[in-house]
């Protein structure tokens, strides 16, 4: 509204051309000859002059948007997004809804395919075309020690072994304070596979965590005390007494409790057979998935909240507190705060700061100007 406002008065008030407005302006002619036309019909239209102009100046601009041809989400985009969908829709039937395309594994398909789009985009698009809108949810980050604390839990899966579908279980583990994952495929829930898991994991790990995390599964819970005790199997005590780690149990119904491995079961599950759920035997699955899982565990997480500054605060151990000081001072002159930004101040060397960058700036000294005819 205050380029409009302005491209009126420059023309009507000061007599300029369109081409020295556009030129001032830093704006298409277009968009100047359009706000001109508009104002010089909105005169011709018979309503007085001086109203005319007010209301004319102080509407906002309104925008055809619904002319407007879409640059990245062509024609063939859309049809590459409806046959994605269209194959979770088919996994849905088959009752595979646990191992669904989300719209992040979409968007990363269509970038391996070439394509070149936004992942804003493809999440309008979908949500357009579905007409859903998710809640929003809220939590609180818990602050962990490394190797104190992993989370266990099982995960199911449908995959289709030598062309008939079966199920099978996910024995997932995740350390909590750095999300590493691991994985197993099961036949059953059973002892067997609980204690078998447990000593896969800690022989790839090569030790021990100081405490392990279960829901009430029953291959850990052998029956409740009360309304928040539970005594352990003896799978789990004789675990315990080998590999001398703790436990804890969760509450009932508090999957967030042990939201680490709750998030990787469903991220494990997607990751590696939402794409491709057809093996010959289980041992090819079984590969499939730890290959998979090692190229999560290798992919660099995003660093946000607590990590990114702890992050940070590494860096130290790298230039020393002085150069970590003065690339946080450099960051916060140019207002950005993240880790991203501070370590590329650090490698660029933009870290040694100008002494004269805090010198006091010596403002002249005058009188108050008071009273309108100053102005004149």
């Known amino acids: 509204m205050y380029t409009k406002q302005e491209i009126i008065l420059k023309s009507h008030r000061e007599g300029k051309s369109q081409r020295l407005i556009s030129k001032e302006l830093g704006i298409s002619r277009k968009t100047v000859r359009k ?51 269209a194959a979770n829709e088919e996994k849905r039937l088959q009752g595979l809804r646990k191992q669904l395309l989300k719209k992040c594994d979409i968007h990363s398909l269509l970038q391996e ?39 266990f839990d099982w995960g199911e899966i449908k995959l289709y072994i030598d062309g008939k579908l079966t199920r099978f279980h996910l024995a997932v583990f995740t350390a909590a304070y750095s999300n590493y994952r691991f994985a197993e495929i099961y036949q059953r829930q059973d002892t067997l596979a609980f204690m078998e898991s447990h000593v896969i994991f800690f022989e790839h790990l090569q030790g021990v965590y100081k405490e392990m995390v279960y829901d009430n599964m029953r291959v850990a819970v052998s029956k409740f005390i009360g309304p928040h005790e539970k005594e352990p199997t003896r799978a789990l005590l004789e675990l315990r007494g080998h590999y001398h780690f703790s436990h804890r149990f969760c509450n ?12 990787s079961v469903e991220y494990i599950r997607r990751k590696s057979f939402a794409v491709k759920c057809h093996f010959t035997d289980v041992e090819e699955a079984t590969a499939w998935l730890h290959t998979k899982i090692a190229a999560l565990n290798n992919t660099r997480q995003k660093l946000t ?62 009188k108050n100007i008071r009273g309108g005819h100053y102005y004149k």
């Open 305 to 366: 909240g607590k990590t990114a500054c702890l992050g940070i605060l590494h860096l130290a151990k790298k230039v020393g507190n002085l150069r970590l000081d003065n690339a946080c001072k450099r960051a916060s002159d140019y207002g950005a705060y993240n880790y991203n930004i501070i370590d590329r101040i650090l490698k660029k060397g933009w870290d040694n700061l100008d002494e004269n960058l805090e010198e006091e700036i010596v403002l002249p000294d005058h």
């Open 252 to 263: 009932s119904y508090r999957g967030n409790e042990k939201g680490h491995v709750e998030r």
């Open 113 to 151: 395919q070439g394509i070149d789009i936004g992942y804003t985009t493809v999440c309008n698009y979908i949500k357009e075309k579905q007409g859903k809108t998710a809640p929003k949810e809220a939590y609180i980050r818990q602050e962990y020690i490394p190797g104190a604390v992993c989370e």
């Open 35 to 85: 706000y001109i036309t508009e104002f010089e019909a909105r005169l011709q239209s018979g309503s007085p002059p001086q109203e005319a102009i007010t209301e004319y100046l102080s509407n906002p601009p309104i925008y055809h948007r619904e002319k407007r041809k879409k640059l990245k989400l062509t024609v063939e985009v859309q049809q590459a997004i409806d046959e994605l969908l």
